[in-house]
T-cell receptor, first 113, second 114 residues
Framework: GAGVSQSPSNKVTEKGKDVELRCDPI?????LYWYRQSLGQGLEFLIY????????KSGLPSDRFSAERTGGSVSTLTIQRTQQEDSAVYLC???????????FGQGTRLTVV | AQSVTQPDIHITVSEGASLELRCNYS??????LFWYVQSPGQGLQLLLK??????LVQGIKGFEAEFKRSQSSFNLRKPSVHWSDAAEYFC????????????FGKGTMLLVSP
């Protein structure tokens, strides 16, 4: 596609439920990033995929968070047993390769009630 | 550890007036510095970046930023603000140009008055 696509754009879930957030990167981009943007905060790095290499998971805040990237393209961020503090905008970005400009999607706004 | 401070949470500027958004960073070596803009409901768009060389960097949409090592600053400027510039602006610092290394500031919301 023309840009990074994220779905859903908004998600409201009950505390304790699992959610899946999807990211479709720009075609041909080998690097993919997930960030979390909480209200009044900057972006917090979560996880990074580069080609077929093992992902950099150093930013994941707890073991309730996981992500995968299938076929080097679409990525899914999964949050298990959601908590209210997980409420945030989750942004995905992709770049042709590491160290090149990353292009961001519009984000998924997650609200845990 | 690297950190970024954007001291102004909100700034209001009249349309046509000049703009300066402040960014101070903490980093042990020569940093990679970025400015991003986020319009409501949108993802982030890169305005400009500094890696090395000329300390005055030109970006898109008429923005520029100046790297001042002695002040650990990378302030964003624009000589004449347009109403369409109303958005949130984020400064970021990294160990390199890799996006997984970036630390973002908390952002400055720019409001443009008529």
């Amino acid at each position: 596609g023309a840009g990074v696509s994220q779905s859903p754009s908004n998600k409201v879930t009950e505390k304790g439920k699992d959610v899946e957030l999807r990211c479709d990167p720009i075609s041909g981009h080998t690097a993919l990033y997930w960030y979390r943007q909480s209200l009044g905060q900057g972006l917090e790095f979560l996880i990074y995929f580069q080609g077929n290499s093992a992902p950099d998971k150093s930013g994941l805040p707890s073991d309730r968070f996981s992500a995968e990237r299938t076929g080097g393209s679409v990525s899914t961020l999964t949050i298990q047993r959601t908590q209210q503090e997980d409420s945030a905008v989750y942004l995905c970005a992709s770049s042709i390769r590491e160290y090149t400009e990353a292009f961001f999607g519009q984000g998924t706004r997650l609200t845990v009630v | 550890a690297q950190s970024v401070t954007q001291p102004d949470i909100h700034i209001t500027v009249s349309e046509g007036a000049s703009l300066e958004l402040r960014c101070n960073y903490s980093y042990g070596a020569t940093p990679y510095l970025f400015w991003y803009v986020q319009s409501p409901g949108q993802g982030l768009q890169l305005l400009l970046k500094y890696f090395s060389g000329d300390t005055l960097v030109q970006g898109i949409k008429g923005f520029e930023a100046e790297f001042k090592r002695s002040q650990s600053s990378f302030n964003l400027r624009k000589p004449s603000v347009h109403w369409s510039d109303a958005a949130e602006y984020f400064c970021a610092v990294g160990a390199n140009s890799g996006y997984s290394t970036l630390t973002f500031g908390k952002g400055t919301m720019l409001l443009v008055s008529p």
